[in-house]
């Protein structure tokens, strides 16, 4: 057809295009980086948008609808697989990282938590005091050793 020109280009598939792999981590603005690669016209093309790595976008002072994030590359090709296969995890529900949701870094243990996995009921107070310390560790602050004296034995006694 006059004016369609064919477009060689590398997809970056939307977590939402595979939805029976979607995980309630992938953030709304992850992408997944593929090895699939397609034939596109080029009036099938919207605009242009800024894919970067999770660490970077999380340094972003704003993000706007044409930034991305992308940790994960993914493989259509044969057995599916995603790359990393192990990724860290956190708080009490053991998930990775989500941009999208909001976690509280514990002030003991350096962890971090969703608010409603740890129990926070007023997430205001939090931001206030801008201090959040986790279940395990306010239990083992609490848990303090009682020290027990010693009896003297009297002298002459066995």
Same mark, same amino acid.
């Not at 016209?41 to 972003?60: K, M, N, P, S």
């Given at each position: 057809?006059?004016?369609?020109?064919?477009?060689?280009?590398?997809?970056?598939?939307?977590?939402?295009?595979?939805?029976?792999?979607?995980?309630?981590?992938?953030?709304?603005?992850?992408?997944?980086?593929?090895?699939?690669?397609?034939?596109?016209?080029?009036?099938?093309?919207?605009?242009?948008?800024?894919?970067? #790595? $999770?660490?970077?976008?999380?340094? @972003?002072?704003? !993000?706007?609808?044409?930034?991305?994030?992308?940790? =994960?590359?993914?493989?259509?090709?044969?057995?599916?697989?995603?790359?990393?296969?192990?990724?860290?995890?956190?708080?009490?529900? #053991? $998930?990775?990282?989500?941009?999208? @949701?909001?976690? !509280?870094?514990?002030?003991?243990?350096?962890?971090? =938590?969703?608010?409603?996995?740890?129990?926070?009921?007023?997430?205001?107070?939090?931001?206030?005091?801008?201090?959040?310390?986790?279940?395990?560790?306010?239990?083992?602050?609490?848990?303090?050793?009682?020290?027990?004296?010693?009896?003297?034995?009297?002298?002459?006694?066995?």
């Amino acid at each position: 057809m006059a004016g369609w020109i064919d477009l060689f280009c590398i997809l970056l598939h939307s977590s939402a295009f595979e939805k029976r792999n979607e995980k309630v981590w992938h953030g709304v603005q992850e992408l997944l980086l593929s090895n699939w690669a397609d034939w596109n016209y080029v009036q099938c093309i919207e605009g242009t948008c800024r894919v970067h #790595a $999770l660490a970077d976008y999380q340094t @972003l002072q704003q !993000v706007t609808e044409d930034d991305y994030f992308c940790r =994960f590359e993914y493989s259509p090709l044969g057995p599916r697989t995603f790359s990393p296969d192990v990724v860290p995890v956190y708080c009490h529900c #053991a $998930l990775p990282y989500n941009p999208d @949701l909001l976690m !509280v870094e514990c002030e003991a243990c350096n962890d971090w =938590f969703h608010p409603e996995c740890a129990g926070i009921r007023d997430l205001e107070a939090v931001r206030k005091h801008g201090q959040f310390t986790c279940t395990p560790c306010t239990r083992a602050s609490q848990a303090i050793p009682k020290i027990k004296k010693k009896k003297k034995k009297p002298r002459g006694s066995h």
